[in-house]
C-alpha cells in the first residue's frame, strides 16, 4: 500500500483527527487505489530511475532571434516528455515511434536554460546559444531565411531536374575533355528529349545547345503547372566528374579558359532567358574515388580548390547561380575510407575545410554538399532527427541536403524530414529523388515520383530536383517525352514565382462539439494568386476551397493545416491549433484537463478525508460537552452465536473524566473548530490554484508546415 502523508497546512485538533481515525480503513483504501492510478501515469510518475538521466540526450539549435528547437530521444514509447524552461514546465509531448521528440519554434532569450524531463529523470541543462544571423544577400540573389529560401525578402521554393552529363559532353564537344575535339557530342544530356543518354538535334555549339536545352524546359513549363507537375524553375547541374577524366574539370580549364567560360557563360545566359537558376555541382565520384580529393593536404585537393576558387570568382555577382554544390555523394560508396579517418569526424573536418577554403570566394551565393545520407556510412544512426544532423550539421553549411530514392509513400514521414529540416534552422535541398520500382515499368528500376513531388512541396521544403523525368509505374513528369515542336523565348525573362503564404482563422472563437466552425483562408497571398486550398482538418477528415465549414464530433485540440496552391505548382502549408470545447461549452483544455483523472481523483479524495474528519470531531466535541449520548449500535452480529448482552449506555463506565464547561467556553472551541476548517478549505484551494497554474496547456500558436 502507498503512505498517505499527513497535509503539511493541516492543523486540526486531536478531536477532528480522532474522527477521521474512525474512517482510516475505508478512506486508505480508497485513496491508495487512487495514489496508484496515478502512479500509473506517465506524465505524473515514471518507472525510469534518476541513474538514467546520461541517457536523456538532449539538443538545443537556436533558429531565430527570440526561437529555438529543442530535440531529444525518449526511453519507452509511453514516455511524457516535459520540456522545461528556467525550471518552468511550458510544453509537453509524446515521442515519436521511432523515441524522437522534438519541441520547435520555442520561445527564448540569450540567458535560457532548457530542459527536458521524462518522470524522475532529467536531461542536463543546457544554455541557449547565441543567434547567429544568416547573412543578407543583394538584391535577386537567393538567400536563406530561417529555413526557407527567399528571394528580395520573400519566399521561392525551387524545383527541377538534374543533368548528369550536359555540361561534360560540352566541354568534351569543345576538346577541353582530355583529346581533341568529339564533336558528336554536342548535344548529348540526361533529359531532352527523351533521356537517359539522350541527344538533341541540330546543335553545334555551346550556344546552340544550351539555347535548344532550355526551351524544353519552356514547353513543359507551358503544359505543367499541378501539385504533381510544377513548373521547373531550377536546374542542378554537373560541372565535374572525376569519374570520367580525374581533375577533368581542373585540366579544362587550365587548358584553354576562354572556351571553358564560354561552355559556362552559354549555359547561365540561357539559364536566365527561360527564368531558371541554377545549382552547379563543382564534384563527383561516379565510380570508386580517389580519396586524395578528400584529403586536405594533396595536390588533388589543392587543384580543386583552386578552381572551385576561380568558378566563384567569376560567377560571385550572377543571381542565376541559386547556390553552390561542393560535391555531389562524397559519402557514398566510400565506408572503408571514411572509417580510417573517424567516421563522420572525418567527414566533418574535410567538408568544414573545404566550405572555409572556397567560401570567401563567393559572399552572395549559398552553399551545400550533395550529402546522399548513406544508410552503410560508419556510425549513422537510425532514422530519425539524429540521422539528419549526423550528415548536415557541419560549420559553414547553408543548406542541408539528402537524396531519397524508395517506393513508400507515407506522409509520416515527409512530417518527420519537415521538422528536422525546421530544427537544424537552415534550408533544405533535395538535391536528387526517384521513385524505385524494380522491376517497373522502367528499364533503370527508377523514375519520377509525383506523390514525393506534392508532398514534399505541400509541407514547404524550399529546393526539390527530381533525378529523372521519365515513368517507372508512378507516371512521368507532365507529357515527358515530348518530342514536338519548341516554343520561342519570350522577350523577357518570366520573374521568379514566389511561394504562396497560407494564413487562415476560424470563427467562433470558442469552437463546439457538433457545430459547425469556419475556417477562412482568404487572408494568404501569393504573387501570382492561389489556385487552391487544401485543408487537414486533425481529425481524420479534409476540405478544399478558400472558406471552408467542418463540424468536429467530439472535444479536443485539433492541429489543422490549410494547403495553398499557385499556377505554377508552388505550394507550402501553415499550422495551428485549434481548441474544440464540449457540447455543454465545458473546455476539455481547461486548467485541470492536462491532469489525470485519477489525480483529480485523489483531490476529491483527499477532501473528502478532511471534511469527513472535521466533522466528525465538531460532532464529537459538542456532543460530550453538552451531554449528548453517544450512540451505540444495537445491529447483531450474523454468526448466530449468542452473545452477553450489552449495557445500557447509561450504565457503561465513563470513558473519560468529565470534560464539562461552561457555555461560553463551548462556543470558543466550536468557533476554534470552524475557523480549523475555513482554514483548511483556504489551504486546498490555494494547491489548487498552484496545480492549475502548473500544469495549464500553453497556447498553441500558429506556426509553418
Known amino acids: 500500500m502507498i503512505p498517505i502523508l499527513p497535509n503539511p497546512e493541516a492543523r486540526t485538533r486531536e478531536r477532528a ?35 538514467e538521466q546520461a541517457a536523456l540526450l538532449l539538443r538545443v539549435v537556436r533558429t531565430g532571434p527570440t526561437e529555438a528547437s529543442v530535440l531529444g530521444v525518449a526511453l519507452t514509447p509511453s514516455d511524457a ?5 528556467n525550471g518552468s514546465v511550458i510544453a509537453s509531448r509524446a515521442p515519436e515511434a521511432n523515441l524522437d521528440y522534438w519541441f520547435l519554434d520555442l520561445g527564448v532569450t540569450d540567458t535560457s536554460i532548457v530542459e527536458t524531463r521524462i518522470g524522475l529523470a532529467t536531461s542536463p541543462a543546457v544554455v541557449v546559444p547565441a543567434y547567429v544571423a544568416q547573412p543578407a544577400r543583394p538584391p535577386g540573389f537567393i538567400s536563406a531565411q530561417g529555413s526557407r529560401l527567399a528571394r528580395n525578402g520573400q519566399p521561392i521554393q ?9 555540361f561534360i559532353y560540352a566541354l568534351s564537344a569543345s576538346g577541353l575533355w582530355n583529346g581533341p575535339p568529339d564533336l558528336t557530342a554536342w548535344g548529348r544530356n540526361q533529359l531532352f528529349p527523351s533521356g537517359p543518354d539522350a541527344k538533341i538535334p541540330g ?6 545547345f544550351w539555347r535548344e536545352y532550355f526551351r524544353y524546359f519552356l514547353h513543359y513549363n507551358a503544359v505543367a503547372g499541378s501539385p504533381t507537375n510544377p513548373k521547373a524553375n531550377v536546374l542542378r547541374v554537373w560541372i565535374a566528374d572525376d569519374s570520367w577524366v580525374s581533375e577533368g574539370t581542373y585540366l579544362a580549364w587550365k ?24 545549382v552547379p555541382v563543382l564534384g563527383h565520384f561516379d565510380g570508386a574515388p580517389d580519396n586524395r580529393f578528400f584529403m586536405t593536404t594533396t595536390l588533388q585537393y589543392a587543384h580543386q580548390i583552386e578552381v572551385v576558387r576561380a568558378i566563384m570568382d567569376r560567377y560571385n555577382s550572377e543571381p542565376r547561380i541559386a547556390m553552390w554544390d561542393l560535391w555531389n555523394e562524397p559519402d557514398v560508396n566510400n565506408d572503408v575510407y571514411w572509417a580510417t579517418v573517424g567516421g563522420i569526424v572525418g567527414f566533418r573536418a574535410w567538408a568544414s575545410q573545404y566550405i572555409a577554403d572556397v567560401k570567401p570566394h563567393s559572399p552572395n551565393h549559398l552553399i551545400t554538399i550533395g550529402t546522399a545520407g548513406e544508410s552503410s556510412f560508419p556510425g549513422v544512426p537510425g532514422l530519425g532527427w539524429q540521422y539528419h544532423f549526423f550528415f548536415n550539421d557541419i560549420p559553414g553549411l547553408e543548406v542541408s541536403q539528402h537524396h531519397t530514392s524508395g517506393t513508400t509513400e507515407d506522409v509520416a514521414l515527409i512530417n518527420w524530414e519537415t521538422a528536422w529540416h525546421e530544427a537544424l534552422g537552415i534550408p533544405h535541398f533535395e538535391g536528387n529523388y526517384m521513385y524505385s520500382l524494380q522491376p517497373g515499368p522502367s528499364p533503370f528500376g527508377y523514375g519520377y515520383w509525383p506523390w514525393f513531388t506534392e508532398q514534399s512541396r505541400a509541407r514547404g521544403w524550399p529546393a526539390i530536383t527530381t533525378t529523372v523525368l521519365f515513368d517507372d509505374g508512378k507516371g512521368p513528369y507532365a507529357d515527358y517525352p515530348y518530342t514536338g515542336p519548341l516554343p520561342s523565348y519570350p522577350a523577357n525573362a518570366p520573374p521568379p514565382n514566389g511561394q504562396p503564404r497560407p494564413s487562415f482563422v476560424f470563427s467562433p472563437s470558442a469552437p463546439r462539439a457538433a457545430s459547425a466552425v469556419q475556417f477562412d483562408a482568404s487572408a494568404s497571398t501569393d504573387d501570382q494568386g492561389i489556385v487552391q486550398y487544401k485543408w487537414d482538418f486533425g481529425d481524420g477528415q479534409a476540405g478544399s476551397g478558400a472558406v471552408v465549414d467542418h463540424v468536429y464530433a467530439v472535444a479536443g485540440t485539433y492541429n489543422v493545416r490549410l494547403t495553398a496552391w499557385d499556377a ?13 470545447e464540449g457540447q455543454g461549452g465545458a473546455s476539455p483544455n481547461g486548467p485541470l484537463a492536462a491532469l489525470p483523472s485519477g489525480f483529480l481523483w485523489m483531490v476529491v479524495a483527499g477532501l473528502i478525508c478532511a471534511l469527513i474528519a472535521t466533522a466528525a470531531g465538531l460532532s464529537r466535541g459538542l456532543r460530550r460537552r453538552r451531554g449528548v449520548p453517544r450512540t451505540v449500535s444495537t445491529v447483531k452480529p450474523r454468526t448466530g452465536k449468542s452473545e452477553p448482552k450489552r449495557p445500557a449506555p447509561e450504565e457503561r463506565p465513563s470513558e473519560a473524566p468529565d470534560e464539562s464547561v461552561t457555555g461560553e467556553q463551548a462556543d470558543q472551541e466550536i468557533d476554534e473548530l470552524f475557523r480549523d476548517l475555513d482554514e ?26
Open 17 to 51: 483527527l480522532d474522527g477521521c481515525r474512525r474512517h482510516w480503513s475505508f478512506l486508505s483504501v480508497l485513496v491508495s487505489g487512487m495514489l496508484l492510478a496515478v502512479a500509473a501515469v506517465p506524465a505524473i510518475a515514471s518507472s525510469t530511475p534518476v541513474s
Open 81 to 85: 516528455v516535459e520540456l522545461l524552461v
Open 158 to 166: 525551387l524545383f527541377g531536374a538534374t543533368e548528369q552529363t550536359a
Open 203 to 208: 546543335v553545334i555549339d555551346a550556344d546552340s
Open 255 to 278: 587548358a584553354n579558359a576562354t572556351v571553358f567560360w564560354n561552355v559556362f557563360d552559354r549555359m547561365v545566359y540561357w539559364a536566365n532567358r527561360s527564368g531558371f537558376f541554377l
Open 568 to 580: 505554377d505548382g508552388s505550394g507550402d502549408s501553415s499550422t495551428a491549433g485549434v481548441p474544440v
Open 680 to 705: 483548511m478549505e483556504a489551504s486546498t484551494a490555494r494547491a489548487s490554484e498552484a496545480i492549475e497554474a502548473e500544469d495549464s496547456p500553453v497556447p498553441t500558436r500558429s506556426k509553418k508546415r
